[in-house]
DNA sequence: GGTACATGCTTAATCGTTTAAATAAAATTT
DNA sequence: AAATTTTATTTAAACGATTAAGCATGTACC
């Protein structure tokens, strides 16, 4: 029993299949089709149940109304939502999504991004991982239509939707040093990506609009692949030496919840030895003992309106170039509430 | 800047394209084209960068090696694992895969369904939701390939590749039995969902088999839209009541991620106000203050068996059915220990 | 009554592949 | 040398849709 086609229907309606064709799309008035055939071409095609063959309408139209999503890291729970609603907005437009992860390597990213454009789709949506560019680079020569979504390269001249990391990162400098906490670390990636260069510039500038001034031991770069070890390293290093720290910014959400782990295991409480504010949003920091302090990053609006700006941009190509940073917004929680409750203890 | 076709390497090459298409998919042998000019094809080919259209090949064969994966709730680190596992697969083997959450919907699982079939892809892995019974036979009758996973129906006859809930949720209650604990209760989705129910049944022999009489007060039901207030409710009636708990095993991640959140505010002590065994697994239940004891399902292996399942018969619509209940492992941490050890606290 | 236009429908090309069947040329057998 | 087989290649239909162009009709106008 095959699906109906066009032809199925054209035959039992007794017409050429032109005709069905125009009525099904809506087009009977610009094509003049007499209404008595077609109300019978719909009564019929309702009867037979007919569902166009996209494969034969993309391979027509060039549109596949598809989009590739590629995600840097798909285990970590911010990208895992920002696909959702990826996916949801896309939906709603009548798009599919296919998704990809590249886990932060970019010859993946290369693979995912080569089998996508076979599958044709209409454009991207990308969370770029670190050595990339050359592949942004490609899709502007080949006019592929795409969007950085989250991370972004500001040597090259792309659509993107991010957050202001920089605004986001300093806030929580800030934040922590009102707060009272004084000898402030930061963990992030040992990354030359702009959004990790940011939040460390961010949380510096904290500092030093503060008159705090920066100890290079404070400053934590753990490798990605290699998180699971040094970041106990750094952490050691960051509570043993006589610059001890007394808080601590994570840049990303896999850091904290490292960190937070051997935390738990050296039973180092928090905030009272260490305060905390994390990147990143999940439940697990609701649920630690003392919930941990985040920033978070506009979700829904950073997905929607990737998928908005693409969109335009696969409606209309000459739509100029968009670019936006959204503010992040500093969730405030126990993990580092104000030292002077905690001079007690 | 189009994209080559196999007319441009035909002309370039002053051949039909009959012939490119043969060298091209490595029928020069049984198709006996020439040495040299299949050389030329194949030489004219990696110039040009050649890349197959998709689209038409998949109208042309039928087949788009597309795999849609309909997940119950991709919110649930177990099913978004589990997708990332059939993703990952499915790749290997030279298929795509376009993944859809229905929130536990039937309609929406309907759509998703349709929207899919639209999309010709060539065949299903289904993590159903409650009440897509008539979905399930829908796929049967019209003879499109699934395979259903981690939830099946048995009053359907279908492939499916599950966990063996009875079993895991037996050892989880004996476990607790086993450590110190008499009156145990189960939070469960309020669902006539088989994999839910042979989760309390499990239970409930547990019990009986224990010698522990089974009180209806133990079991506590919850709706999965309004689970946020249903399961504080919950708690607070097992624990206030005189029929009070020691141990619960939750049924889902979800209602123990609620659930713990609660009992966080409650300030309850895990285990010694109440132990737990949960369902699921995420990073959440190592982070906890007292490490959460799980049904570790395996994850890896039935998602690989799904697609293993899936694929074999998109090979070959004959193979028979194949039906796999896989056991899940029962992993201890402190938020069960031994109940001795808490007498003194 | 002839030209012009409106109406309603069909024809056929096209998108990029695959592949059975046809064809032509060369090699082998009778 | 004719018949047959083998080898190398082309032709053309098909997948299922879209759409410009063509072709009959009927109606209106001068």
Chains 1, 2 share one sequence.
């Not at 996209?54 to 590739?68: D, E, F």
Request: with cysteine; glycine share 6%.
């Amino acid at each position: 029993m095959k699906k109906t086609s066009l032809k199925d229907i054209a035959q039992k309606a007794g017409v050429s299949t032109a005709l069905v064709s125009y009525v099904l799309n809506g087009k009977e008035k610009e094509t003049r089709v007499g209404e008595a055939i077609a109300h019978k071409i719909k009564q019929i095609a309702k009867e037979m149940n007919y569902q166009p063959n996209h494969l034969a309408k993309s391979l027509r139209s060039g549109k596949t109304h598809t989009i590739g999503l590629i995600i840097a890291d798909i285990s970590n729970p911010f990208f895992a939502n920002v696909a959702r609603v990826v996916e949801d907005e896309a939906k709603k437009n009548g798009y599919t999504v296919i998704i990809g992860s590249c886990d932060e390597h970019a010859e993946k990213s290369w693979d995912l991004l080569n089998v996508l454009i076979n599958r044709q789709v209409d454009g991207f949506i990308i969370v770029s991982c670190e050595g990339s560019e050359n592949q942004v680079h490609y899709l502007k020569e080949r006019n592929i239509p795409f969007v950085l979504l989250d991370r972004h390269f500001p040597e090259i001249q792309t659509d993107f939707v991010a957050t202001n990391n920089y605004k986001a990162s300093y806030d929580a400098g800030v934040h922590l040093i009102k707060s009272g906490y004084s000898r402030i670390g930061i963990m992030a990636y040992k990354s030359k990506m702009y959004h990790m260069e940011e939040r460390v510039r961010g949380y510096k500038h904290a500092l030093r609009d503060n008159n705090i001034e920066f100890l290079d031991s404070w400053l934590k770069e753990v490798h990605f692949e290699t998180m699971d070890s040094e970041v106990r390293t750094a952490i050691d290093e960051a509570l043993a030496s006589d610059q001890q720290v007394d808080a601590m910014i994570f840049a990303t959400y896999g850091l904290a919840i490292n960190a937070l782990k051997y935390i738990n295991e050296l039973r180092i409480k928090v905030p009272s030895d260490l305060a905390i504010v994390s990147f990143g949003q999940a439940e697990v920091f609701d649920l630690y003992y003392c919930p941990i302090s985040y920033v978070r990053q506009p979700l829904e609006m950073l997905g929607k309106t990737a998928v908005e700006f693409l969109l335009k941009k696969l409606k209309n190509p000459e739509e100029g170039m968009k670019q936006i940073l959204m503010e992040a917004k500093l969730i405030v929680r126990e993990s580092s509430k104000a030292k002077t409750a905690t001079l007690s203890g």
